[in-house]
């Protein structure tokens, strides 16, 4: 029998106000129908959990209000925050899109662009569902194989924001970045740039620096990785 993730048992245990989860689904889906009889037991233990299952074939209206146009996608509200996440059957994105809308604030990573990083550009990236006759469905992704796309799902997935920031033309790192990432940078970072960093973490920021062996460390940064 299928349980809740605990991820979602977590969340929903946690619940001190009204979260609404509208869940369109497949019922030609057996792994949705299974996710919905799930998602009802967990609103019935957990009042503050609010939840309405409805097939998308048949409340095609409601789903049009609600901006829905995919199979197992759900609208999830609490107060005046709302988020959604489409063609899933995994419960811990649920979970996840619970968590979003329950924060007063969006934190947000601000992603340092300018040196060759490959996520600078169009954001191509996206979930679907794989259905076979006889066969159990299964989440899949379509993205780039060098994984960035991916990390920014996750990170979006859990409820950041992702900000693209280029260095080169700002005098300061702003306050709200709650982490400063450079992922597969190419090219060297100019002594300025050094400095944005050093200043930052100075001050008690994240840093998320991952970079190819060959990537060209001049002294000032060595000294600020040591």
């Known amino acids: 029998r299928y349980t809740a993730p605990p991820q979602l048992r977590k969340v929903a245990r946690s619940l001190d106000r009204d979260v609404t989860v509208i869940y369109f689904y497949n019922s030609q889906d057996g792994s949705a129908v299974t996710a919905t009889q799930v998602l009802a037991t967990m609103a019935r233990r957990y009042p503050h959990l609010k939840v309405r299952i409805l097939d998308l074939d048949k409340e095609v209206v409601a789903a049009r ?127 300025q740039e050094v400095k944005l960093l050093e200043a930052y973490a100075a001050h008690g920021g994240n840093l998320l620096l991952m970079y190819d062996p060959e990537f060209p460390v001049a002294p000032a940064l060595d000294a600020l990785l040591a």
Not at 146 to 175: F, H, N, W
């Open 65 to 191: 209000a609600l901006g829905v146009h995919m199979y197992n996608s759900a609208v999830v509200e609490s107060e005046h925050r709302r988020t959604e996440i489409d063609n899933t059957i995994d419960l811990r994105d649920v979970a996840f899109a619970i968590e979003r809308v329950l924060k007063r604030e969006t934190p947000i990573i601000c992603v340092v662009t300018g040196h060759g990083e490959r996520y600078g550009g169009p954001y191509h990236a996206h979930f679907g569902h794989r259905e076979t006759y006889g066969e159990e469905g299964a989440t899949t992704l379509e993205a780039p194989a060098d994984g960035l796309d991916r990390l920014k799902l996750a990170v979006e997935a859990l409820g950041y924001a992702y900000r693209p920031r280029q260095l080169s033309t700002v005098t300061a790192i702003p306050s709200d970045c709650r982490v400063v990432a450079d992922i597969g940078a190419r090219h060297e970072y100019s002594p």
